[in-house]
Each structure stands twice: as structure tokens, then as C-alpha cells.
């Protein structure tokens, strides 16, 4: 067990954790965000996406132990008072969400694109977003949303 | 016209599916509740001799632990035939045959106790290949079913053999379809809780078809189907998947719940999920068709092997559709087709998007272009000579005159959104001056029965239920997967009703609260379920009418609209004769009538003859066309799919955006089918148990995908609407086959068509003895997890040089290590240096660039001076992972591990790169190309922590090429790689010449007998050419005898040859 400081969706939190814990199960066992997914356990999937100091990140790959100081954001973090964001609204209008399993992910690592470069070419997007996989949608729409999201009108 | 039917609708589940606050089935956390785990068998075939639960049974936590003999009800479940063993008793069926589970206070706990629980064997060969598994000595691998074929279905039309003697031309072919894995993102999770008002159970979790899960959980348990309560939670994808395994996870959670009093849950990793769960089947397809000169098709004779693996499952359906459907959409006067599913120790198969299609689809259409190759047409006129018309007969001897017969459609329309002609006069022309890459263009296209057809009964429920104030609840008896049915309901719902989406909620469903609506499989769900909306909205709406049709001064309802919330008389001023959807609401409610409805849907009655094979096997069918243009890499065999045009006639259109939905997602699993997705079972044994080894498409591996829809609407669907699910998923392969023909000239006949099929004609898989299977049973974790871990975070170098010891494992960005832990039964102690910001910095001097060993690889991509300096280590680095990957993985970490396919190691020995290694007693530097000793052996000590990588700035200017080859494009294991780097005088001569190999030798290493070559002379392409014969000899004595080194050898001759080139022309071209 270690004690540990980190920050979680702009909260600090001072959390008692299993050195056997990673990120995900501090996210979604301690704290009870269970917006983020487990899809793979191997950092292949992107499911548990999340970012840390500013940088996409599988929570899948990270031990509790490593959080010292980190900053965390996660998907219950996007929606700002009840209104969702651009980048979810261009989700939702594009059809970029079927089961919605790998959602939370594709739109942490869509967030930190964004956050750094705001109108990514096509081909920047689908290297932001390489490491999600998704079943459902054929990734098309995806691609589209994040393409609006900068997109004015 | 409608108001709501046809239009782009979100999906009305988008707000909790972008917030995180959608609950899916592991999210769900009862009041005390326990945590399940499986013990696996650790064979895939034997007897069980004795089990031992000693050892379990007292450890911390657990509170349950059952098996065969505590099962209270029916030993045996399935869908059709009783052979599923829920828990095996004395003999073990396949690799994910589940002994015994354990439920306890935590999840770690459950594991623990599952790993303890002690299982001795008596190891039987199993029988993996169905062909085998068939054969009358074979032995029975489910004695009391009497046979090893499952099923056996016939259809016979015409005469068969008057067929052949008729035909001008006769051929046989033999088709291969391996096992397809579902790969949905969610892995599966249910939770039962007791139930004390029913005194039995409520199931939650990942479920596809509720009632069928109530069916068995109340046969297992021996309780009555109203004590069983099925709630799906949201579903994180299903395709066809969350059926069966889900079952099981059903009972054994049961059953916990109640030997414990307390809610379990039971949540699978992924491998857990590609072990157990089972696959799309596996085909042998074997056909002789005969047909005149001209292209008409005469006879075809079809003998189909199915493998069903250990169990049954839903091969008696999947192989029924095959049998209707495998002679595709094309009229044949003499038809004979045989099909049986096997049972063989395999994983076993059952239902998944697309159910028995993909396979003949595969193999039929493919035959479709060879036969009008050798009768000197083309693709479409064969299509058009055979294909079905109004009025056709199947090979059912169904007349196809209840519907409209749109196959030519199809066909037309994605020729001409396509561009097809053109296309094919603009591929011939690139071919001609393109010798590595080759583009092709081709075509498929399908006939598929709508719903269930002559499968069962074929009907489903709703209920729509209007309150007070006119909003709506809907329920339906059939389940939302993922696919959007909730959406497509509520449309429905909204248009009969004439009022807005956003008055209607649709229900979480529960079995006990609405009828059994049959599974939500075949894409049925809209066909089915949506007629059961209409019948229950309509039923309301007549209620309605009656309350306020003498306001309206109207005696029928066909004189009304409803829509925008009003109801109003038709060809009439609206605000005269028109009243709001609420008013009358209130109205009847005052009435005191009832507006709540069940509405209910049996489809059109269809028949079949089983001895024959003949009868009106679906009452409707849908026709869909899809073009594929690819290119293929002709040095390594990778194919990628550019574009693929899907035309499909879906009847009639209800919610745009589901529908195209519908079409990118079944398109993508189609590509991978076709092409990437090679679930690798041997002697029973799965070898690729992660994503990481079973590859489905990225995002880089789609390219484009243009839905056509075209509409004819169906008299029995509602609006007009058939189906659209499966159809888009069960081309691609074909397309992409007959497109491979005319990029590459050759023939296949097995999917998927990987790498080495490509390039070798075949498949090259690892060889495995049966003898492996016993191997290492006491290592092996059950549920891969992290667990024993204790970390030490020193806070600077000094501390960590102090601490580094064999006791340590040394943990940085995690990438790999982590992998590796979650494989590991030991405990393990890690030193943690990823917060040392000291091993961060990558720092420029005059003569070299030091980059700490915990920068990432993200940070050193991103350097300036080493795009400048070092273009080839910020071309293979970029090809580490995923971005997420990079963004924690470690140069140093890559360096360390030295796995044979590291990215970053072949450049950094071209660029004559050293490494820094620490210890408390001093440091040193030793060359990369020295570190590195072999697969995962470097020089470093156990005291030693690597601090650096150095690299000297280049003194010259040079040329670079890389190639680095994945089986897809992007997040691969590096399956080759080739780096080469030349200094030229003003001569043009070689003065430096530098050619690394990466995943080919032992160690990615220089080949200095091939830049011998090179050095003082010029390079030219007679010179790139010579290299074939040395390299040959070098790659040869190096691996000649790997099971690989057949494709090895020759690509990476190729590779080698290609990056030389491109140097050759980087340096034409500057000049």
C-alpha cells in the first residue's frame, strides 16, 4: 500500500492505494468513475483512455504507484454544466457512437488532439486516435466528428 | 410523408454514451456483492481424474466455490440440442471448458482461489480438424449424441447429374473460411442477485437475448421462468456474440448468488473472453459447378463442412441459411448441397453478424468471376446472365415474387456510384507502370433472407404506454445491442403518434415486464419489432380517435394526420379542425379509456422440407452489391482496402444515420474478415488470446466506405423497412477476393487472406505439438491480472543506483513490464524511476544527442534536432504502439527489453548509437549493436539501471529509406523491419553504406557482406539486384530453418531491395 496525491478532474485526491492497483481500478473501483472502460487489460484496445498531464494514456498501463502528483482528466469530465462539449455534440450528431463501449476513450484521446492542435488534418486524427479500437462504427463517422468539431457553423 | 421515418436521427442513448453515465454491465456495484472467477480447464482435451478444492476453500475471502455436482436443475444447457456444460464433470471439451467457479469478497480473491484449486488429468487426443472429426472411425467427442455430425441438411432441385452432362464446362474448387472472433470492445460481465420476492433470481450484465438467458438460468437452477428476472444492461457490442457464453456466465453466477445469499459478479478479462467464447464457424466448401460456354449456370453441386467446435450451439440454424443461400442470388436449374456442422475439441461456434453467409458468400462469389473468366465475360455479364429477377425460383424452388427482386439494382448503382467502368481501365493503366504495388477492382454481390425464416417461431412484443400529459414510454420484447434499435423504435413511435422523439423514453428492459419477443439475432429487430411499435401505436391511436372524433366531426381515423403533436383532419385549415396530441391525451384519460398497449408481430408463415431442402424458407429478402478497390504490396503481400462501395436495398429507410451506421460498421468486420482477423487455435490451444495477437482493424486500416441505400419498400416491413445489419458485413471477403484476381492475377481460395497467403499461397502458423498442451500448467494464472506487486519510488537517480538489485524489476513508462505482470503468478518487487525527471532530458552538444532513458517516445519524436539529425529514429519510433503507447513507453524500456521486434534498436545502429549504464559502482558505455545479445538478453547487470542512449551527429550527409512492415497499418508487432543509409561523393559513389534488419536475425543487426557490395561503386539497379543471391545465403544460415523463414527470407529480400531503390531514386531526383 501507498499514500498517494493526484488530481482528478481538477479534485485532489489523497488515496490509500494497492501497489497492484493501476490507474483504472483507482478511477473506477475507489473513486467510482466508471466512465472509463476496460477493454484489454494490454494497452491495446484504448478503451481506458484517460489523459495525464495532459497526454492521452491507457489507464490499463499505469500502476497507482506511478500517480504521484499527476494530473488526471476523465470522461465525466468533458460535459461543463450540463452542456455538453463540441467535441461530444459532434459526436453525437455525426453517429460516431453505436454501443458507446469505446466512446469515453475515443474522446480522451480526440480531447488531448485537440487541446493541443485545435484543426488537425485528417491523417493527424487518425494518428491521435490509432490506439482506439472500435467495433461498431467503422471508425468513418469518428473521423468526421472530430473533423467538425473546429469546423464553424 | 413522414415527419420522423427516413431522417438522420442521434441516437436518443448519445447523452449517457458521451458523458461516461451509460451503465454498462461491469459499472454495476450491488450492496455487498461478491466477485466470481472461473477455473478453466488447464487442457483442452482429457479426463479429469481428481479436483481438489482443499487448498481453496480456506483462503482469504472466498465464500462459494461450485462445480458440476451443486448444479440444482438441468446439468446440460443450448439453444437447440442439450450438450452445453456449463461446469464440465468428468471430461473436458475444449480449452475454455469451465471446472468449477469461485465467488469471494474481491476479485483478486476469487482468482487466487480459482488459481488454487487443483485439477489432475488424464490427457485424450483431441480431434481439431473437422474432416477428421467426420470420418465413421473418428472417435465420438460426445458419445451420447451418437455421432460426431451435429447436422445434416440436404436440398436437392432438379437432377444434378442431367445438370453436369448438359454443361459445356464443369468445375471443382475447395474453399476455406477460418474462425472469426467477435472482438466486441466490452468483454462480458453478469451479475445475479437473489431475488427474495420471487425467491429466485435478477441477472444483469452484457446480455444480448434476455430471454434466452432466462430460459437457461431457470432450467440450470431448476426454478420456474417467472423467478428469473433478465435485465440487459447497456451493451458494449454483441454481433451476434453475447449469447451463449453469456448463458453460462449466467448459471454459475446463479447459482453463487445463491449458495452465498449475496449478489456476484462475474466480469471476464479478454483473454478469458477469446477463450471461452465462442467464434464464427470455420468452412470447408467444396464446389463443382457446371455451366455452358456462354456463362449460364447449369448444375452446382455444394458439399459444405461446418466446424461447430465442442458444442452445438447454434450450428443447426447458422448451417440452415447456408444451405438456403449457398448458391447464391443466381437461378441454377440443378442444384445438390449438403452441409454439416461437426463437432471437433475446438472452441466452439455459433451465431455472429452475418450467421452462415460470410462463408458461402466467400466462396461462391469468388467462383462467380473465375467461371466468367473462363467463359470470356465479365463479372457483371455472368451476374447478369444468372443473376435472380422478378419472379426467379431459388434453389429452395421459392418463387421470389412477394418482393421486389432488386438484385440488377444493387448492381447498378454501385457500378455506377463507383465509377466501376472507368475504374477498371484506370487500375490496368497504374498496374502497367507500377511494379511493387498493384491496384485491383471487384465486385460481389448477395441475396439473405429477412428475420428468422423457417428457424422457428418468428414473432416479438412492445408495449407503448402514453401518460397523462402525452408523453410515451416504450418497451420492447427485443434488445438494444449497440446497433440503435431504441432509436430506430422511438422513430416509429414518434411517426404513428405524430409527435416529437423527445416525448418518448424508451424502457430498460426486463424480462418480467414484457413478453418474450424472441432473440434479437437476424436482423430482425426493425423488421419484427418495429411492426409490433405500429401494432401497439395503432391500437392507441384508434382508442384516441374514438374519444375525440365527434370533435373533429370525422367517423374514421383514415380522415386524420397525426403529426407535430396535433391531430388534425386531413385537407383542412389545421387550426379549425385540429387537436393537440395532449388535449386528446387528457381527454381520453378523463374518458377513462385505456392507453396503454402491447402491440405483437408474428412474421409471414414460410415452410421447409428437411429431407429436400425445399419450401418458402423467408418470407421476404433483401439484395445488396459491394465494390472494393485494394492495393497490394507485391514485396510483402499487405493488402489495404481503399474504398469499398456498399449498395444495399434496405427496403425502406428509417433512421439515416443508424443505417449508414449499420453500413461502415458490418463493411470494417468484413475487411478484417477478409483480410486481418486469423484467430490462431492449434491442437486446442488458443495463440492468439489478446488483441494484440488477434488483429481487428485500426482506424488507419478504413479508409473509405460509401453506402448506397436504395429503397423498395416491403409490403411486410413497417414503413416499407427489411434489414441491414448482417447484409453489409457478408461481401467485403468477396469483393476483396475477386479484386485481389485483377491486381495480382491469381486465384484464391481461403480467407483471411494474410501476409504469407498472399504472398506464398498459404498460411505459415507456428508449429505447436499436441505435447504443449500439458506444458506449464502450474504458471498459468487464471484471468490474467496484476497481482503481488510492491513498489519503491526512490526520488532521485542516487537512490535508485543504491536500490537497483536482483530483488527489483525496473519499471519506467510500464508498456512492457506491465504485459509481462499481468502474466506473472510470482510476486514481484518494482523500482519505479518514471518520475526521475533526471532521466528525462534530451540534450543537443556539438558532437552528439543524449536522450535519457525515461524520455518518451512521444517527446522524442517530437525533438527538433533529432528530426533533423536522425530522420530514421523518428520514422521507426513513430511507429511504436499507439499514440497512447508512446506517450508513456521509454526509449530506454524499448532498448531494455530488447524484444526481436523493438523500434527504435535497428536505427540506433545504423546511427552507431552507444548506451549509458549507471550503477552505484561506476558507469559505462557500450555500443547498441554489443548490448543487445539476442531476444530479450542485453549486457546490463542487475545493478545497473541504462540512464542514456548517445548518439554520435552524423559527420556526412547520407540518404535514408525505412520500411518497417505490420500486418496492419497501425499498432503492430513489427513483423520486419529494413533501414539503410548511404553517403555519396560527387562522384555518386557509395563512400558509407548502411543496411540494418530488424525482426529477421536473432538481433536486429547490420548485414556488412551486403553493404560491402555497395562501397566505391555507383548504385545502380543491376547492383541492388546482385544482392539476391548473397542475402540468400546470409538469411539462410541465419534462419533457413525457422517456421517462417519461408516468407522471411524472400520479403525480406524484396524490402531490402525496395528501400535500396528508393535511396537510389531520393538521390536521382536531387540531382
Given at each position: 500500500m501507498a499514500e498517494i496525491t493526484l488530481t482528478v478532474n481538477n479534485k485532489i485526491h489523497q488515496i490509500e492505494v494497492d501497489d497492484s492497483w493501476r490507474l483504472i481500478d483507482v478511477l473506477r473501483?475507489?473513486?467510482?468513475?466508471?466512465g472509463t472502460k476496460e477493454g484489454?487489460?494490454?494497452?491495446?484496445?484504448?478503451?481506458?483512455t484517460v489523459i495525464m498531464n495532459g497526454e492521452a494514456v491507457c489507464?490499463?498501463?499505469?500502476?497507482?504507484?506511478?500517480?504521484?502528483?499527476a494530473k488526471i482528466e476523465t470522461i465525466?469530465?468533458?460535459?461543463k454544466d450540463h452542456l455538453l462539449s463540441r467535441l461530444q455534440q459532434m459526436f453525437v450528431e455525426h453517429g460516431a457512437?453505436?454501443?458507446?463501449?469505446c466512446t469515453p476513450g475515443m474522446l480522451m484521446s480526440a480531447k488531448a488532439l485537440l487541446d493541443k492542435?485545435?484543426?488537425?488534418?485528417e491523417d493527424e486524427i487518425k494518428e491521435a486516435l490509432e490506439g482506439n479500437l472500435c467495433r461498431?462504427?467503422?471508425y468513418i463517422p469518428i473521423v468526421n466528428a472530430v473533423k467538425a468539431v473546429n469546423v464553424s457553423g | 410523408m413522414h415527419n420522423m421515418i427516413g431522417k438522420k436521427v442521434p441516437r436518443i442513448d448519445s447523452y449517457e454514451k458521451v458523458t461516461g453515465k451509460a451503465i454498462y454491465g461491469d459499472d454495476i456495484n450491488l450492496h455487498g456483492m461478491h466477485y466470481a472467477a472461473n477455473r478453466y480447464?488447464?487442457?483442452?482435451v482429457g479426463k479429469i481424474k481428481s479436483i481438489d478444492f482443499t487448498k481453496a476453500e480456506k483462503?482469504?475471502?472466498?465464500s462459494a466455490i461450485v462445480f458440476?455436482?451443486?448444479?440444482?436443475?438441468?446439468?446440460r444447457i443450448g439453444p437447440?440440442?442439450?450438450?452445453?456444460?456449463?461446469f464440465v464433470n468428468?471430461?473436458?471439451?475444449?480449452?475454455?471448458?469451465?471446472?468449477a467457479v469461485v465467488a469471494a469478497k474481491t476479485k483478486e480473491q476469487a482468482y487466487a482461489a480459482a488459481d488454487a484449486i487443483e485439477i489432475e488429468y488424464e490427457p485424450i487426443e483431441g480431434i481439431f480438424d473437422p474432416a477428421e472429426a467426420i470420418k465413421p472411425d473418428a472417435r465420438l467427442i460426445h458419445p451420447d449424441f451418437k455421432s460426431n455430425i451435429v447436422n445434416h441438411y440436404p436440398l436437392i432441385k432438379g437432377d444434378i447429374e442431367k445438370g453436369f452432362e448438359q454443361s459445356e464446362q464443369v468445375i471443382e474448387r475447395e474453399f476455406r473460411t477460418g474462425f472469426h472472433e467477435h472482438a466486441y470492445i466490452e468483454p462480458e460481465t453478469v451479475t445475479a442477485a437473489p431475488d427474495p420476492t420471487t425467491k429466485g433470481f435478477k441477472i444483469y450484465g452484457s446480455i444480448q437475448n434476455p430471454f434466452t438467458t432466462r430460459r437457461m438460468v431457470a432450467a440450470f437452477m431448476g426454478?420456474?421462468?417467472?423467478m428469473v428476472n433478465v435485465f440487459s444492461s447497456t451493451?458494449?457490442?454483441?454481433?451476434?456474440?453475447?449469447?451463449d457464453i453469456i448463458n453460462c456466465m449466467a448459471c454459475r453466477v446463479a447459482l453463487l448468488s445463491e449458495m452465498t445469499g449475496k449478489p456476484v459478479k462475474l466480469t471476464y478479462t479478454r483473454e478469458e473472453s477469446i477463450k471461452e467464447s465462442y467464434k464464427r464457424h470455420p468452412y470447408i466448401l467444396q464446389y463443382k459447378v457446371g455451366f455452358n460456354n456462354e456463362g449460364k449456370l447449369k448444375a452446382m453441386k455444394i458439399n459444405i463442412i461446418a466446424d461447430s467446435g465442442a458444442y452445438s450451439s447454434q450450428s443447426f440454424f447458422v448451417t440452415w441459411r447456408s444451405v438456403v443461400q449457398a448458391t447464391g442470388p443466381y437461378e441454377v436449374e440443378n442444384v445438390q448441397t449438403d452441409i454439416r456442422s461437426v463437432y471437433t475439441n475446438n472452441p466452439y461456434t455459433a451465431a455472429f453478424r452475418g450467421f452462415g453467409s460470410p462463408q458461402i458468400i466467400f466462396a461462391q462469389e469468388s467462383l462467380m468471376d473465375e467461371i466468367a473468366a473462363l467463359c470470356n465475360i465479365t463479372p457483371l455479364e455472368i451476374r447478369r446472365l444468372n443473376g435472380f429477377k422478378q419472379d426467379s425460383v431459388t434453389a429452395?424452388?421459392?418463387?421470389?415474387?412477394?418482393?421486389?427482386?432488386?438484385l440488377q439494382e444493387v448492381i447498378d448503382k454501385s457500378l455506377e456510384s463507383s465509377g466501376y467502368l472507368k475504374k477498371l481501365e484506370d487500375y490496368k493503366k497504374l498496374n502497367e507502370n507500377s511494379t511493387r504495388y498493384k491496384y485491383g477492382i471487384g465486385l460481389a454481390c448477395s441475396y439473405r433472407g429477412c428475420s428468422l425464416g423457417a428457424e422457428g417461431v418468428d414473432a416479438t412484443s412492445a408495449i407503448v404506454s402514453v401518460q397523462g400529459d402525452g408523453s410515451v414510454y416504450v418497451l420492447a420484447?427485443?434488445?438494444?445491442?449497440?446497433?440503435g434499435m431504441r432509436t430506430t423504435f422511438c422513430q416509429i413511435a414518434a411517426e404513428m403518434l405524430g409527435i416529437?422523439?423527445?416525448?418518448i423514453i424508451f424502457l430498460e428492459p426486463q424480462?418480467?415486464?414484457?413478453?418474450?419477443?424472441?432473440?434479437?439475432?437476424?436482423?430482425r429487430a426493425t423488421l419484427t419489432g418495429g411492426n409490433a411499435i405500429i401494432d401497439a401505436a395503432q391500437k392507441i391511436k384508434n382508442t384516441i380517435f374514438e374519444v375525440i372524433k365527434n370533435e373533429l366531426n370525422v367517423?374514421?381515423?383514415?380522415e386524420t394526420v397525426w403529426a407535430n403533436g396535433l391531430i388534425s383532419v386531413k385537407e383542412t385549415e389545421e387550426c379549425l379542425r385540429s387537436i393537440p396530441f395532449e388535449k386528446a391525451v387528457e381527454k381520453s384519460f378523463k374518458a377513462g379509456v385505456n392507453l396503454s398497449s402491447y402491440g405483437w408481430f408474428k412474421a409471414p408463415d414460410v415452410g421447409w422440407v428437411e429431407e429436400t431442402?425445399?419450401?418458402?424458407?423467408?418470407f421476404t429478402y433483401v439484395y445488396g452489391c459491394q465494390i472494393a478497390e485494394i492495393k497490394v504490396d507485391?514485396?510483402?503481400g499487405k493488402i489495404d482496402v481503399m474504398k469499398i462501395t456498399a449498395a444495399h436495398d434496405?427496403?425502406?429507410?428509417?433512421?439515416r444515420l443508424g443505417i449508414e451506421g449499420q453500413v461502415y460498421g458490418g463493411v470494417a468486420q468484413g475487411i478484417g474478415y477478409a483480410i486481418l482477423e486469423d484467430f490462431n487455435v492449434q491442437n486446442g490451444i488458443v495463440?492468439?488470446?489478446?488483441l494484440d495477437e488477434y488483429l481487428v482493424p485500426t482506424i488507419k486500416d478504413i479508409h473509405k466506405i460509401e453506402p448506397i441505400l436504395i429503397e423498395n419498400p416491403d409490403?411486410?416491413?413497417?414503413?416499407g423497412a427489411k434489414c441491414i445489419g448482417e447484409p453489409t458485413l457478408e461481401l467485403a471477403s468477396a469483393a476483396i477476393n475477386n479484386a485481389m484476381k485483377f491486381a495480382v492475377g491469381k486465384y484464391f481460395?481461403?480467407?483471411?487472406?494474410?501476409l504469407e497467403r498472399v504472398y506464398l499461397g498459404k498460411n505459415l502458423i507456428k508449429p505447436s505439438r499436441?505435447?504443449?498442451?500439458?506444458?506449464n500448467i502450474k504458471a498459468r494464472?487464471?484471468?490474467?491480472r496484476i497481482s503481488g506487486i510492491t513498489m519503491v519510488t526512490p526520488k532521485n537517480l542516487k537512490k535508485a543506483l543504491a536500490l537497483v538489485s536482483e530483488d527489483y524489476k525496473i519499471i519506467s513508462g510500464g508498456t512492457d513490464v506491465i504485459i509481462e505482470l499481468r502474466k506473472c503468478k510470482e510476486s514481484s518487487k518494482l523500482l519505479n524511476?518514471?518520475?526521475?525527471?533526471?532521466?528525462?532530458k534530451i540534450k543537443k552538444s556539438k558532437n552528439e544527442i543524449f536522450i535519457g532513458s525515461a524520455a518518451s517516445i512521444t517527446s522524442i519524436v517530437s525533438h527538433k534536432a533529432i528530426q533533423k539529425h536522425f530522420p530514421l529514429l523518428i520514422k521507426t519510433c513513430s511507429l511504436i504502439g499507439s499514440k497512447q503507447i508512446r506517450n508513456r513507453a521509454t526509449l530506454g524500456g524499448n532498448i531494455v527489453n530488447?524484444?526481436?521486434?523493438?523500434?527504435?534498436?535497428p536505427p540506433l545502429i545504423l546511427y552507431d548509437a552507444k548506451v549509458l549504464l549507471q550503477s552505484k559502482n561506476g558507469n559505462r558505455e557500450i555500443l547498441i549493436k554489443d548490448f543487445v545479445l539476442g531476444n530479450y538478453k542485453?549486457?546490463?547487470?542487475?545493478?545497473?539501471?541504462?540512464?542514456a542512449v548517445i548518439i554520435p551527429l552524423p559527420q556526412q550527409k547520407y540518404y535514408h529509406s525505412y520500411y518497417q512492415l505490420g500486418r496492419?497499418?497501425?499498432?503492430?508487432?513489427?513483423r520486419m523491419s529494413v533501414g539503410a543509409m548511404i553517403a555519396f561523393d560527387?562522384?555518386?559513389?557509395?563512400t558509407d553504406c548502411r543496411i540494418v534488419a530488424g525482426s529477421l536475425f536473432d538481433r536486429s543487426q547490420r548485414i556488412y557482406e551486403i553493404e560491402e557490395l555497395f562501397t566505391g561503386k555507383k548504385l545502380t539497379e543491376e547492383l541492388i539486384n546482385n544482392i539476391e543471391e548473397p542475402l540468400l545465403k546470409i538469411i539462410d544460415n541465419a534462419i533457413?530453418?525457422?517456421?517462417s523463414s519461408e516468407y522471411k527470407t524472400p520479403v525480406f529480400i524484396n524490402l531490402c531491395k525496395d528501400v535500396l531503390r528508393e535511396i537510389k531514386e531520393k538521390l536521382e531526383i536531387r540531382n
Open positions: 473501483e475507489q473513486l467510482g468513475l466508471t484489454c487489460g494490454i494497452g491495446e484496445c484504448g478503451a481506458c489507464s490499463c498501463l499505469i500502476l497507482a504507484g506511478q500517480l504521484k502528483d465525466e469530465n468533458i460535459e457512437i453505436q454501443c458507446g463501449f492542435n485545435p484543426n488537425p488534418e461498431c462504427t467503422g | 480447464t488447464d487442457i483442452p483462503m482469504d475471502g472466498v458440476y455436482k451443486d448444479i440444482p436443475g438441468q446439468k437447440i440440442r442439450q450438450d452445453h456444460f456449463v468428468d471430461e473436458v471439451f475444449y480449452t475454455g471448458d469451465v471446472i426454478v420456474d421462468l417467472n451493451l458494449g457490442g454483441s454481433f451476434g456474440g453475447k449469447d429452395s424452388g421459392q418463387k421470389l415474387s412477394e418482393h421486389t427482386v432488386s420484447g427485443l434488445n438494444e445491442n449497440g446497433q416529437n422523439l423527445e416525448k424480462t418480467a415486464t414484457i413478453p418474450d419477443g424472441g432473440p434479437t439475432v437476424a436482423s367517423t374514421s381515423i383514415e431442402g425445399q419450401g418458402n424458407a423467408y507485391t514485396s510483402t434496405v427496403g425502406k429507410v428509417i433512421n495463440k492468439s488470446p489478446n409490403k411486410y416491413g413497417p414503413f481460395y481461403q480467407i483471411p487472406l494474410t499436441q505435447s504443449e498442451a500439458g506444458l494464472k487464471q484471468g490474467p524511476i518514471s518520475q526521475l525527471e533526471e532521466l528525462k530488447a524484444a526481436p521486434c523493438a523500434d527504435s534498436i542485453t549486457q546490463i547487470n542487475a545493478e545497473e539501471i541504462m540512464t496492419r497499418n497501425a499498432v503492430n508487432i513489427t560527387f562522384n555518386k559513389m557509395v533457413g530453418k525457422r517456421w
